[in-house]
């Protein structure tokens, strides 16, 4: 069964900083990964994802993620933060023999400091 | 497309009342999800839908808890009764293929139980 971890509750960086969420992940099969944004009192928006091809996936509002096979991570990043980016973040994976279930990871909370 | 249109957006009964949240999945999409979110336990997947057949009820938490989905266009989650540990966030989300497209989530359902 596939499962997903993501690495800190929660992460603060400064407007203007590098902003890295951590992911890994376990499949037994080559999985489809994605990353979901929650804005408060909303529900999960997808940012990105990565099916097959380029293992460097870019998404919406600047983010981008690596799908790294060795290190079974799906880390996302963004170059400069902006305020608009405090949410919270989910990493998820689906094993494809599943039938279109995805599991979501327990999320990561990103604050932007001024 | 209008999205994934859940009602009602907020609902306050008292406990051991019946709950019956609604969804209405993107036209097209051939599987459904319903999800619950709590700040205790993340993003919980209940039950889904493949060609408006259910998949997995293996989430669903007691029998107090039911879904249907009678046609492509339509969906409920009811409790039967409720009970305060049931507030939570309900999502519904829906997608189409083998599950490399992502869901599509709705704006939740917030549930208070009293």
């Known amino acids: 069964a596939q499962s997903v971890t993501q690495l800190g509750s929660h992460v603060s960086v400064s407007e203007g900083a590098l902003v890295l969420l951590r992911c890994n992940y376990s499949s037994s099969v080559p999985p489809y990964l994605f990353w979901y944004v929650q804005y408060p009192n909303q529900g999960l928006q997808l940012l990105l994802k990565?099916?097959?091809?380029?293992?460097l996936v870019k998404g919406i509002n600047g983010f981008e993620a690596e799908f790294k096979k060795s290190e079974t991570s799906f880390h996302l990043t963004k170059p400069s933060a902006h305020m608009s980016d405090a949410a919270e973040y989910f990493c998820?994976?689906?094993?494809?023999?599943?039938?279109?279930?995805?599991?979501f990871g327990s999320g990561t909370r990103l604050s932007i400091r001024p | 497309d209008a999205g994934v249109i859940q009602s009602p957006r907020h609902e306050v009964t008292e406990m051991g009342q019946e709950v019956t949240l609604r969804c209405k999945p993107i036209s097209g999409h051939n599987s459904l999800f319903w999800y619950r979110q709590t700040m205790m336990r993340g993003l919980e997947l209940l039950i889904y839908f493949n060609n408006n057949v259910p998949i997995d009820d293996s989430g669903m938490p007691e029998d107090r808890f039911s879904a249907k989905m009678p046609n492509a266009s339509f969906s409920t989650l009811k409790i039967q009764p409720s009970e305060p540990r049931d507030s939570a966030v309900y999502f519904c989300?829906?997608?189409?293929?083998?599950?490399?497209?992502?869901?599509?989530f709705g704006s939740g359902t917030r549930l208070t139980v009293v």
């Open positions: 989300a829906s997608t189409e293929g083998a599950g490399d497209y992502g869901y599509t």
């Open positions: 998820a994976v689906s094993d494809r023999s599943s039938a279109s279930k995805i599991i």
């Open positions: 990565y099916t097959t091809g380029a293992t």
